[in-house]
């Protein structure tokens, strides 16, 4: 821990008189497996998050955990520091994550006004070092849906998580009740309890929003106090408030005039509560209104923090994207296909290019169980090509410059729980909840544990396994990657490799594949794609400028093209790819395509098409 560090924290505890420095945590070594360029804070750079050797880095993973909105076991992701440490691991060797969306409560944080609990404190941050331990880096977010669960009465059909009781205490909110509400999401704007205590936080009302920062800074001060610096250089920043929206408007005022006035200055403030409690160098993770960027035209509202200015390296354009409309039953009749929702999520980069940072899609994903789960094979497909790339799989080869940047994103949801949950609904000891995600009806966690207690995807492990440009050294111009996932017994094939490059379409043949197209910067770190478990390393091929090789070996400095281990002890791999100069355009084809070596002769043919393509294209 650095002397200025350490000095700012003694500081704090002075005055905000919760903390104790007794309690800090000694340095430890870095995750297992680690190379001499892992374990490095990110910052936010020329709109790209950056590592300490100036690569940009793409964060996939999950959101840990939907159990935090339940009381089952107190406002935390896991029953235990045992579970958060299994689900670390299967999310790194199953689910090919390398970060985590880490849920907070506040009703738990502050369960008495103006009185932080620190036992809550200290099993978040057990929970939450499982998952740095496994050198999977965090971002924590003060959660809440429909504001509270205490606005909900014990026969409601809904419920809702984030402010304390003494919060809807201090409201006086009228009875709640959204009418026909078919889903949970229509309390947002119809449920007059919901509406009016959002509108009350967000004018400060009875010092509401004060509270909350001063419980804000107090979590982050004993985050920063309680691990250890390796620990801390995992946790990327902060995301505030879940889903803002204003409940309702003040006369005349707009969406766009509300982010303006009211959620834009709630940022700056969070911001300087993120300074004081030294997370000074990471970068808050602020979500524009919640309808900016609906896919149902009826419920879209102007935002987007159009009137932040340029939100630079302090703050990351952080937001959603659900597809409504797939969701809705109605208005989407058949399934996701290619390119989707290209439009969507170029919405998303084109907003961050505005403001000169970076973006992260930092909840998406669809139901796994009900009426419109036969589309989620398709809709998780779109949605993951869409992260990877701007462009239809159609388009992608005949002008993939246009491809854009790698977008970061962590999927709804991660929980071990699923369908095991035992939850009293709003306190109803009469109506407990087992089935999905024991909340509001959803079920949309990709993982949970089976009879004997194993950690089982339910979803395609080719959906979720997937190789991606985890750390580029230099500048990504475009990358795509062909999961071949199946919706039920079909492989959905969206981006084939084109009979304009016969060699490597031979080389692919019916195997999974991604490329990646950079230019190298002036670091001496590789670029680095994460390997999935069905690319075994005695069966991978990649094929590159750098280098072309079947089964590659285990990476040393001298090696163009090899495969070591993830950071973190769980068995997950990745390929690393060595250059050594500046400014020089570089690609790299892996597929598992092949299960015994291939030719020289494709070898080299597959790399002179590529040399083509690429000479042709950037």
């Not at 003694?10 to 903390?19: A, N, R, W």
């Not at 809440?144 to 026969?155: A, C, I, V």
């Not at 920062?213 to 920043?237: C, I, K, N, W």
């Not at 699923?418 to 509001?440: C, F, I, Q, Y």
Request: net charge negative.
């Amino acid at each position: 821990m650095s002397n200025i560090r350490a000095r700012l924290i003694v500081v704090l505890v002075v005055l905000c008189g919760f903390l104790s420095v007794a309690g800090a945590q000694p340095a430890t070594a870095a995750p297992s497996d680690s190379l001499w360029f892992d374990g490095t804070s990110l910052t936010v750079q020329n709109g790209r998050f950056t590592d300490g050797q100036g690569r940009e880095v793409v964060l996939r993973g999950y959101n840990v955990s939907g159990e935090t909105k339940l009381e089952e076991n107190g406002g935390l992701p896991f029953a235990s520091v045992a579970d958060a440490k299994k689900s670390a691991t299967a999310l790194r060797a199953l689910g090919g994550g390398n970060s985590v969306r880490f849920l907070l409560s506040w009703a738990h944080a502050e369960p008495v006004r103006g009185q932080v609990d620190t036992a809550y404190l200290a099993a978040v941050t057990d929970q939450m070092r499982a998952f740095l331990d496994a050198g999977i880096r965090v971002y924590p977010d003060f959660h809440q849906d429909l504001y509270s669960r205490y606005l909900f009465n014990t026969g409601s059909w809904y419920t809702g998580d984030g402010a304390p009781a003494w919060v809807v205490d201090a409201g006086g909110y009228p009875a709640e009740s959204c009418g026909i509400c078919l889903f949970w999401g229509q309390n947002i704007t119809q449920n007059q309890a919901v509406t009016k205590a959002q509108y009350d936080f967000w004018h400060n009302k009875y010092g509401l929003q004060d509270a909350f920062l001063t419980t804000a800074r107090t979590v982050m001060s004993y985050l920063a106090q309680h691990l250890s610096d390796t620990e801390f250089a995992g946790v990327v920043g902060f995301d505030p408030y879940n889903e803002p929206y204003a409940g309702t408007y003040d006369s005349g005022q707009t969406s766009r005039a509300w982010e303006r006035d009211l959620l834009w200055p709630f940022y700056v403030k969070f911001r300087a509560r993120m300074d004081a409690a030294g997370w000074q160098a990471k970068p808050a993770l602020v979500e524009p209104n919640l309808f900016w960027n609906s896919n149902i035209d009826s419920q879209k509202q102007e935002g987007g923090l159009l009137d932040a200015g340029t939100l630079g390296p302090r703050y990351v354009l952080n937001t959603h994207f659900y597809d409504q409309k797939a969701i809705s039953g109605i208005l989407m009749w058949g399934k996701a296909g290619d390119g989707q929702y290209a439009t969507d999520f170029g919405t998303v980069r084109d907003r961050a290019s505005a403001a000169q940072s970076a973006a992260v899609v930092s909840e998406f994903g669809h139901p796994l169980s009900g009426t419109v789960s036969d589309k989620a094979p398709t809709v998780l497909k779109a949605m993951y090509q869409a992260l990877d790339s701007r462009l239809p799989g159609a388009s992608w080869w005949d002008k993939p410059a246009s491809s854009g940047p790698v977008l970061s994103g962590t999927q709804w949801q991660w929980d071990l729980y699923n369908g095991r949950h035992h939850e009293a609904m709003n306190g109803n000891p009469g109506k407990v909840l087992t089935s999905g995600d024991a909340w509001n009806d959803e079920d949309l966690s990709a993982v949970r544990l089976d009879d004997s207690g194993a950690v089982t995807l339910r979803q395609d492990a080719r959906l979720l396994d997937r190789l991606y440009p985890a750390a580029t050294a230099g500048t990504a111009l475009a990358f795509t990657y062909e999961d071949r996932s199946r919706d039920g017994s079909t492989t959905l094939t969206w981006n084939p490799v084109p009979g304009s490059l016969p060699n490597v379409s031979r080389l692919v043949g019916s195997g999974q594949y991604g490329l990646l197209v950079w230019r190298s910067g002036s670091g001496t770190a590789p670029t680095e794609l994460h390997l999935p478990a069905s690319f075994p390393s005695s069966a991978t091929t990649v094929v590159s400028d750098l280098a072309t090789v079947y089964a590659p070996p285990s990476y040393t400095a001298s090696t163009p093209v090899g495969v070591a281990p993830e950071p973190g002890g769980t068995g997950s791999r990745r390929v690393l790819l060595t250059d050594a100069d500046s400014g020089v355009l570089h690609y790299a084809l892996v597929t598992n395509g092949t299960t015994s070596a291939p030719s020289t002769d494709l070898l080299g043919a597959a790399k002179s098409e590529l040399a083509a393509w690429v000479a042709a294209h950037f």
